[in-house]
């Protein structure tokens, strides 16, 4: 009577509506599977998922159970655990995008059980929440008014469980794809790192005793770490659900706490994302709106190699790219920059950048990857226009007025700074080579021509 839950990306048995499912038919085997596709795809994130394994597994033991960890392409991998154990039915959660579920059903069906996908734990499920007209939001702010009228579901409990007579074999919690895909400094992100999803609660409850009216106006100051909950990358591996946060914080704005309100409309931007990926599974190759696919886009160059290195001659974007690299995270404000310096002044196709980010993070989502990136573009729904371009100097003196961040990640000795040092490859030749700056007026005006050019 054994079931299998697979793990996927919800790391955490708190308000895990597959684990629950799994738990009320029999004796559950709890199963990661360590894919090396993803691996080489997300590398960072990959190595986020693996540095919350322990935590999982140490959480499951005390319950009388165990994780069973098991590497190599998933519908093979699925259909050897059932052949394996003889299980009955294999739970999870529906992947992200929800595409990426076919044939699963089919490797399972062939092992000779079913499969049952159960959503995921976000605010609301998807296509619950719909214009007057019965249609899905394209823009945000209606998207969010309809969201904060809506019931949200109270977090489902741990559940009890059973062990199996008998346990398959697991590999090692490691993940030595994603070290070696990462090609670059593990420690040096591991020390950046809180993994587990008791660390994730304690980091949300930690954030609703200091969160104040000001949130909305910090959360723009890269240099202000404490301005935010941090909680991206614990959403991202699912160590913490989106619906546990809200009532947290519900429960928190109950007691008077102020800024909440604000976080749960920055929460509910994660939601909207889920909700266009969901309704344009490729949104991460093609533009929301179809005459962009035709704009001049440059394709891969050295200026685009050098954004990737943080050598732009830039330095917010260079702090940026450079924090990103290093330690797998990049505070949203330095993110709309950088992104808005690839996709305008060096007109370069935003899936270009879209990929390195896919590569580089931590809390890689490829929903809120995709709406963001198409944001920054202008060829998303509901976009930025694209003749709005950022000046990545102005907004330096705007949020970082006091240099704080920039020096952090670019004076030699700072603590960033060292950490870049330590993680970026010999070959980048990062400390030998100086970046002269760039000349920002000519790639703003080389942007607005071409979208002149392309409204004629
Ligand atoms: C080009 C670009 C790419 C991005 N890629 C990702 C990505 O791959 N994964 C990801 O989780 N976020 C992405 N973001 C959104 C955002 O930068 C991060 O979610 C943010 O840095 C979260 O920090 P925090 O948890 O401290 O935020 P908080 O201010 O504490 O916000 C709470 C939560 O709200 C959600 N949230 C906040 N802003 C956004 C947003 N703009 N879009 C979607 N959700 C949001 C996050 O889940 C976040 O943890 C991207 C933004 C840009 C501009």
Redesign the pocket.
Known sequence: MTVICWFRRVLRLDDHPALVAAAQEGPVIPLVILDPLEARANPASAQRQAMALPDLDASLRRLGSRLIVRRGDPGAVLAQVVRDTGARAVHTTQGMPFASDDGLDRAVEQAGTRLHLHPPADLVPRGSVLTGSGTRFKVFTPFWRALRKSHIADPLPVPRLSAPDAWPNSDGLDWPEARAAMNRGWDVMARHVRAGESAAHDRLDAFLERVDARYAER?DIPADGDA?????DA??VGEISARRLWHKAMNAQHHGRGGVED?LR??A??DF?RELFDAMPDMDRTCWRPEWNDFSWRGDSDEAQAWRQGRTGVAMVDAGMREMFAIGR???RL??IA?SYLVKHLMTDWRIGLDW?ACC?T???AA??A???Q??AGCGPDASPFFRVFNPDTQAAKFDGARRYRDTWLVAGGAGARDFAAAAPLSWGVDARPVPPADLDRGRQRALDAYAAFRR
């Not at 935010?228 to 991206?232: D, E, I, K, R, W």
């Open positions: 959360r935010t909950s941090g909680l991206s959403l991202a976080l920055e929460l931007w994660r994302a990049m505070h949203n993110r709309m992104a980010f993070l809390d890689w989502d809120s990857n709406m963001n990136w944001w920054v």
